[in-house]
């Protein structure tokens, strides 16, 4: 089987592994996340702690089926791709990204979204992907209907943000 915790590089990107991050990197990753404009749309909005987040890396040292990458372009730091809940078996698993708000490269998005097939249909040869959206967040429904995904279907009121119920939009691209 594919080791999924090396680093891969390809075409000038390369996509480090979380678990194989310095102490540097881990921090500016965590600040990344922390960012007002990545952490609203998340499911979780509290600020991570260096310790939360340093032990989250720790323990993807054990996980088999959830991985991280950091992506840099020409040394830059773009944003963040995971695959999760990849099932080898049924070749699919779901996808999650976050781009740099300090990086002021354009197109960014369509870098990571672009990484991230690469990887899952190219690499891992997955034939399915999915992603969750939270319904508010039309921006992402938008570049992701643009990028390929299609809606599959809704969990009805499954996230609570500021009091109030929201759905979340299931996305998917099949490997073709």
């Known amino acids: 089987m594919m080791n999924l915790k090396e680093n ?7 996509l480090k592994n ?54 840099y372009k020409d040394e830059e730091f773009i ?31 369509h870098l990571l979204i672009n990484c991230l097939k690469k990887l899952a249909f190219d690499i891992i040869d997955l034939h399915s992907l999915k992603l969750e959206v939270i319904e508010n967040n039309e921006r992402a429904v938008d570049f992701y209907t643009k990028t390929g995904f299609k809606e599959e279907g809704r969990l009805k009121e499954f996230v609570l943000k500021d009091g109030k119920w929201l759905d979340v939009i299931i996305l998917g691209i099949l490997n073709r």
């Open 18 to 71: 979380f678990t194989d991050t310095s102490i540097e990197e881990k921090e500016m990753v965590r600040e990344c996340r922390n960012n007002e404009s990545v952490r609203k749309w998340m499911y979780s909005e509290e600020i991570i702690s260096q310790e939360e987040h340093f032990n989250f890396i720790e323990n993807l040292r054990k996980d088999n089926k959830n991985f991280y990458w950091i992506v």
């Open 8 to 14: 891969f590089a390809f075409n000038g990107i390369l």
């Open 79 to 109: 944003g963040v791709i995971s695959l999760n809940n990849i099932n080898l078996k049924n070749k699919n698993g779901y996808l999650g990204l976050y781009s740099n708000p300090f990086c002021e490269l354009k197109n960014k998005g």
